[in-house]
């Protein structure tokens, strides 16, 4: 069974403060990672990675993925109080499902 | 901007009852997915529909869960009855999803507002 895990589960931080998220992944037929950001509602797409050592930036936002050692990283630097969310990691895998395996998610607190 | 619909945004019904929620996936979106995420989860896929078909339904309690897309277009999620358990976010999510099974490329999944569901 396909299997995604998170860490921290949660994260409490001063804005400012650089963090990392961690995801994990056993995904059979493993094809890309993807990153997700959740406040009080949907997820919402942050990036989505298929290939190791390339990092992916989107403002104060960055990715990385490990197909090697099976893991991927979240960095956010500058945290500012409107980062506060749960990430989402998911795994996908090829095959004509097209489906997602997600984790648990890192429930990120920036306090001001 | 694009986006998933659902309806409604929240629902409070008591246990035995019957509840259903509505989806319309991003136009021109052939795949189309049910999620269920429990307070502290991330989502779980209930269904899954390519079009009108059905691509994988093994995680969707059969016994009191039922799903359609009978259009190939929007979808409903029906629970009956309902029991406390079932209290969680339903978020209904859509990609492109080509018809060709290539899987040259994952496609980014776009997610609805959800409907949160309180049993009591």
């Known amino acids: 069974e396909d299997k995604v895990v998170q860490s921290p589960l949660s994260l409490v931080v001063h804005e400012g403060d650089t963090v990392t998220l961690n995801c994990s992944y056993e995904v059979t037929n493993f094809r890309s990672l993807l990153w997700y950001k959740q406040e009080k509602k949907a997820p919402t797409f942050l990036f989505m990675l298929?290939?190791?050592?390339i990092e992916k930036k989107s403002g104060r936002l960055s990715s990385i993925l490990d197909k090697k050692e099976l893991f991927s990283i979240l960095n956010i630097t500058a945290t500012q109080t409107g980062d506060s969310a749960i990430y989402l990691c998911a795994g996908g895998a090829f095959g004509s499902a097209r489906q997602l395996t997600f984790g648990s998610g890192t429930q990120l607190t920036v306090l001001p | 901007e694009a986006e998933v619909a659902q309806s409604p945004r929240y629902k409070i019904t008591e246990k035995s009852q019957a509840v259903a929620f509505w989806c319309d996936p991003i136009s021109g979106h052939a795949t189309l997915y049910w999620y269920r995420q429990i307070l502290g989860q991330g989502p779980e896929l209930l269904v899954q529909?390519?079009?009108?078909?059905?691509?994988?339904d093994s995680q969707l309690p059969k016994d009191r869960f039922s799903a359609e897309r009978l259009k190939g277009v929007d979808s409903t999620l029906k629970i009956q009855p309902a029991e406390l358990g079932d209290s969680a976010m339903y978020l209904c999510?859509?990609?492109?999803?080509?018809?060709?099974?290539?899987?040259?490329?994952?496609?980014?999944?776009?997610f609805g507002p959800g409907t949160r569901l309180l049993v009591l």
């Open positions: 999510a859509s990609s492109m999803g080509g018809t060709s099974g290539a899987d040259g490329i994952q496609e980014t999944q776009y």
């Open positions: 529909f390519q079009d009108e078909s059905v691509v994988d």
């Open positions: 298929t290939s190791s050592g």
